[in-house]
Structure formats: structure tokens, C-alpha cells
């Protein structure tokens, strides 16, 4: 009886020690250049994942999502987004940032981020400003900048759709062409998952995994 109650004693502290999960609660301010180009009804994707330092062979994983369609940007000046990300954090995982912004769901790519956007790096509650990257020729704004997409009231603009794996793609294409980037689990039958453009350097962007086989290519338009 003793070694029973010492082991339940045991057991008791033990799950005592096991850190709580802590929730994160970011919001990014995002700032979209203005360009020559209008830029009417677009569609956002702002992802949220995590990942594990430690382990180099482990994709990450999607943990938030917000999508946003029929944006429209200001005409004459910066556009303004406040986009919130929330989630539980873990141990040891670290957290990064994927936005990008298309012509319309699965249509060409017009901003992203430019580079790798850690967040929650050491702190639980977090708020970033951001200047997303553009292809696309810019111009210069006539007045301050506008708040798009609900004025900047805080709210949140999207909801969690799914919890998946990932994959880092990384390719390279000729300035300013349009690909393909298509996806197959037979190397016969392929799925287009966006249309990319070159910029004469080595991209990468995260995709989602699905299946034990998938294969990737980049096909020309």
C-alpha cells in the first residue's frame, strides 16, 4: 500500500512539472505599397505556423489561418491591414509567418513577405509591422495611409480552416515569367496548386503536405 501511495505521489508531482500551454495572441500590421497597378479584390492568405528548432527534418505545421477575399487597396496612397493570429504555445517550438496576397483565390501572386518572419520569438503576446514585398511596379502615395479591411478595428479577419504539415518549396524562374506550381502522387497525374512568377532569384514558399508520396514541379504557363 505505501509504494502504491509513493507511486501515485509520484505520478501526481510529475504531471505538476508538465509546463502549461500558454496562449499567443499576435496581431501583424501589415502595409501594402501602393502600385501603378489597381488593386481590387484580392485575396489574402496569412498563415501561422510552427516548428521545431531541433528537429531539421520535420516539416512545420499550420496552426492559424486567416484568408480574406474581395480586398480592395486604397488608389492613392499605402494600404493598412491589421491581421491576428492566435494559438497554443508548446514546448521548444518556435513561430513564423506566411502572407501572401493574389488577384483572386488561386490567382497570380501580387505581395508576400520577403524573407523569413519569426513571431512569438520569446514573448507570448506579440504585435509586428510589416511591409509586404511586390512585384508589381509602385507608385507614389499622394496622402497618408489607408486602412483597408474593416478600418484597422481589431477584429479579426479570418478563422482557423485546418492543422496541416507542410513543405518548403524552393525553385528558381526567369524575371517576370508565370509558372505553374503543380503537385502529383504517380508523376502522371498533376494538380496546379498557385501560379508563381520568376524573379530571377530562388524563391521558396510553404505548402501544404498530404499523403505518404508527393511529387512537385514547375511548369510553364
Not at 113 to 119: A, E, L, M
Not at 202 to 211: D, H, K, P, Q
Amino acid at each position: 500500500m505505501m509504494k502504491l501511495r509513493l507511486l501515485l505521489f509520484g505520478l501526481f508531482v510529475i504531471g505538476l512539472a508538465k509546463p502549461l500551454a500558454q496562449s499567443l495572441e499576435g496581431v501583424v500590421h501589415l502595409t501594402f505599397p501602393l502600385t501603378k497597378q489597381k488593386i481590387l479584390g484580392i485575396y489574402l492568405d496569412a498563415r501561422l505556423y510552427e516548428y521545431d528548432p531541433w528537429l531539421a527534418d520535420v516539416g512545420a505545421t499550420l496552426v492559424d489561418q486567416v484568408e480574406i477575399e474581395d480586398l480592395d487597396l486604397s488608389t492613392t496612397a499605402n494600404s493598412l491591414l491589421d491581421v491576428h493570429f492566435s494559438a497554443q504555445r508548446k514546448p521548444r517550438m518556435e513561430y513564423y509567418l506566411s502572407i501572401r496576397a493574389y488577384s483572386g483565390k488561386g490567382g497570380t501572386q501580387y505581395y508576400f513577405i520577403d524573407g523569413f518572419q519569426k513571431i512569438f520569438n520569446g514573448k507570448d503576446e506579440d504585435g509586428i509591422d510589416l511591409r509586404l514585398a511586390t512585384r508589381l511596379a509602385k507608385k507614389k502615395p499622394k496622402g497618408d495611409p489607408v486602412h483597408v479591411g474593416g478600418g484597422g478595428s481589431g477584429e479579426p479577419g479570418g478563422k482557423v480552416t485546418g492543422i496541416h504539415r507542410a513543405v518548403e518549396i524552393e525553385w528558381e524562374g526567369t524575371d517576370g515569367d508565370e509558372f505553374l506550381l503543380q503537385k502529383s502522387d504517380d508523376l502522371e497525374n498533376w494538380e496546379t496548386v498557385e501560379a508563381v512568377v520568376g524573379t530571377g532569384d530562388a524563391t521558396s514558399t510553404f505548402l501544404r503536405v498530404e499523403g505518404r508520396v508527393q511529387f512537385w514541379r514547375l511548369h510553364r504557363e
